[in-house]
């Protein structure tokens, strides 16, 4: 199995600030995707990064990959109420996507 | 924008019936996927289908069946429920090929008593 890990399992931070979030996964993968949960609901896609890309941009979403240590990253600027959810990563090597546990975020007004 | 749905978001069944969860998708998805998502474990795959009446066994297919006989509709069967199985279940669907991203349904909660 290539399962992300996110790290850290959950985050609590201040509207405004920022939010680093991480996924380290095990074998060779096509790209990484990272989703978005609110609570008791169905996965929402982020953004996605090609294994041969190392940054990507969407919004205030700012993702990174590093293939030789296996890692992503992913940062949220300025954070906002509306951004507390679960965010999973996601390892895509075939048909199937591989989610790692997630990282639990929770943005206080 | 892409819709998939599922025919209920909560359920309610006892040990030993047979369950029927249904979803539909309208973006013309070659691929479809369940998954149950349970604290702690994260989300796991049970079946997937890249094509009308083809599937394949994802990580956790004991204890499930999957049907597809139409392109936009995936149906996950328990055929005998057990406590084992109370869990969410999320439907998904991608297009046709491999690692794209994928869509996901409301979630359907199941509890089996």
């Known amino acids: 199995s290539q399962q992300g890990e996110e790290d850290p399992q959950a985050l609590s931070i201040q509207e405004g600030e920022n939010a680093t979030m991480n996924c380290s996964y095990k074998?060779?993968?096509?790209?990484l995707q990272w989703y978005r949960q609110n609570s008791g609901r169905g996965l929402v896609h982020l953004i996605l990064?090609?294994?041969?890309?190392r940054e990507k941009h969407s919004g205030r979403l700012r993702v990174t990959l590093d293939t030789s240590k296996k890692s992503s990253s992913l940062l949220i600027t300025a954070s906002r109420a509306a951004d507390t959810a679960s965010y999973f990563c996601a390892t895509a090597g075939g048909y199937q996507l591989t989610f790692g546990k997630g990282t639990k975020l929770s943005v206080i007004p | 924008d892409v819709k998939v749905t599922q025919s209920s978001r909560y359920l309610v069944k006892r040990t030993g019936e047979k369950v029927f969860l249904e979803c539909v998708q309208d973006?013309?998805?070659?691929?479809m996927f369940w998954y149950r998502q349970d604290p702690g474990l994260g989300l796991r795959l049970i079946y997937f289908s890249y094509d009308v009446k083809m599937k394949e066994k994802g990580d956790i297919p004991e204890g499930y069946s999957v049907s597809r006989e139409k392109k936009e509709r995936f149906s996950l069967i328990l055929e005998s429920a057990s406590t084992n199985q109370t869990s969410m279940y999320l439907c998904?669907?991608?297009?046709?090929?491999?690692?794209?991203?994928?869509?996901f349904g409301p979630g359907t909660r199941l509890t089996v008593t």
């Open positions: 973006m013309d998805h070659e691929n």
């Open positions: 074998t060779s993968i096509n790209n």
């Open positions: 998904a669907s991608s297009e046709a090929g491999n690692s794209y991203e994928q869509y």
């Open positions: 990064i090609r294994s041969n890309e």
